[in-house]
C-alpha cells in the first residue's frame, strides 16, 4: 500500500519570510540575547559570592544556585507571570509585568544559576598564587579579581557560556507557554490557521538552525581570538601586574 504525502514545499518557501515568522524570530534573539546578558551578570556576581570567604554570601550564593537548577524553567516561568501578581495584587504591576519582561526576566535569572558554575569553575582554573602574587604588588582583591583572574578565567569561561546561549536561544519557545508570540507559536499561529503544520513546523526549524549557526560562529570567532590573544601574551600577570604598578609610582 503507497502512502501520500502531503507536503507542499512551496509552502515552506512562501512563509519563510513572512512578517510574523520574522518578527517571532527578532523576539525570540532579544529575549535570548537579553537574558543572556542578565545571566552572565548574575553569574559573576555570585561566582564571585561562591568564592568568598565569607559564610553569608556563600550561603545566599549556595541558595541561588540549588533553587534555580534544580526547578524546571517553565515552573520559574509560571510563578513569576501567574503567581506573583496573585501575591502583589497590585494592577499596575500586573499591566507592566509583560509576557516578553517576563520571559526576560525568568530566562536570566534561570541562566544566572548555569552560569555561577562556569564563572566559578572559570575562577578556579587560574592557579591561586596569581592572586598573593597581585596583592604583593599592592592590589586589592577586587582589584587583582578585575584586572588578573577574570581575564585568564575568561578563556575557560567562553566556550560553555556559547553552548548555554545556544541553548537558550531554543528553549525560548518556552515563553509561547504565556503566549508570548515568539518563533514557534508564531509558526503555530499559522498553521492554526492554514493547517500546513508540518511546513510551518519546518519553517521554524530552518529558522532555529540558521539562527543558532550565525551564534556558533560569533563564538568559534571569540575563542580563536582569546587562543590569539593568549600566545600574544602568555605572561598574563606579570605583563598586568607590571602595568599596574607603573600606573600607582607615576601617580
Known sequence: MLLAVDFELDVVWRFLFNPQIRHGAWVTIQVAV???????????????????????????????????????????????????????????????LTAFRAAIIAFGINEGAYMTEIVRAGILSVESGQMDAAKSLGMTQMQAMRRIILPQALRVVVPPTGNEFIALLKNSSIASAISLVELLLASQNIYNTNFKYMELLVVAAIWYLAMTTVFSLLQAELERALAAGDRARPDTLFSRARAFAQRGRAK
Not at 53 to 58: D, V
Not at 68 to 92: K, S
Open 34 to 96: 537579553v537574558a543572556q546578558l542578565i545571566g552572565i551578570t548574575l553569574g559573576v556576581l555570585f561566582a564571585l559570592m561562591r568564592t568568598s570567604r565569607n559564610r553569608a554570601p556563600q550561603l545566599l550564593s549556595g541558595f541561588y544556585v540549588w533553587f534555580f537548577r534544580g526547578t524546571p524553567v517553565l515552573l520559574q516561568l509560571f510563578i513569576l507571570y501567574f503567581g506573583l501578581p496573585q501575591l502583589v495584587n497590585n494592577q499596575t504591576f500586573t499591566n507592566e
